[in-house]
């Protein structure tokens, strides 16, 4: 999102024509790296440590199995093969929990944001209070209209369900 908004900046600056100050995209992507060069860094980390690993125990994995099967042996799960086994395992928990936990924080960022915007946005004058009173009192009006509309339909049908239909009817009811 951050390189959508740098990319647009660029673009209406320079399609919009204002002779304002003139944006240089070099600074503003080393800015962009100045501010995230610790999460940047930290991402690669993670990447290379789990990546390492993962390739580790699919080699370490199959270079046992296939060490069994050239020896004429039926290739069997041994102490080094759990091992290769493991590290593939915890290289995709990793990956897991990192994955959920950074997808989990922009998430409240984003809701953190938007309260923002809400709250900034609510700060409203006396009249729009007023007037947005006036519908939702108009509003609630017609819904216990409907409301009492229904209730004397069904008492409606429930009284015309219990006529007598026929004469013979009419005349056992009276």
Do not use: C
């Not at 897991?96 to 944001?113: A, F, K, Q, W």
């Not at 609630?140 to 209209?145: G, I, T, V, Y």
């Amino acid at each position: 999102m951050k390189w959508f908004i740098l990319v647009a900046s660029i673009l209406m600056k320079r399609l919009g024509g204002k002779s304002g100050e003139a944006i240089n995209p070099i600074n503003e992507f080393k800015d962009f790296l100045r501010e995230n060069a610790l999460k940047v860094l930290a991402g690669l980390i993670i990447v290379a440590g789990v990546g390492t690993m993962f390739s580790a125990g699919v080699v370490i994995t199959t270079l046992t199995l296939t060490g069994q099967y050239d020896q004429g042996l039926f290739p069997r799960l041994t102490a080094t093969t759990y091992g290769g086994l493991g590290m593939i395992l915890i290289s995709l928990v990793i990956t897991v929990i990192v994955y959920y936990s950074s997808s989990r924080g922009s998430e409240e960022y984003d809701r953190r944001n938007r309260r923002k915007k809400v709250k900034e946005n609510s700060k409203g004058s006396s009249i729009e209070d007023a007037v947005v009173l006036l519908i939702n009192d108009f509003v609630r009006e017609r819904e216990s209209k409907r409301e009492e509309l229904k209730f004397r339909h069904d008492k409606m049908r429930s009284e015309f369900e219990n006529e007598p239909k026929t004469e013979s009817e009419m005349f056992e009811r009276h």
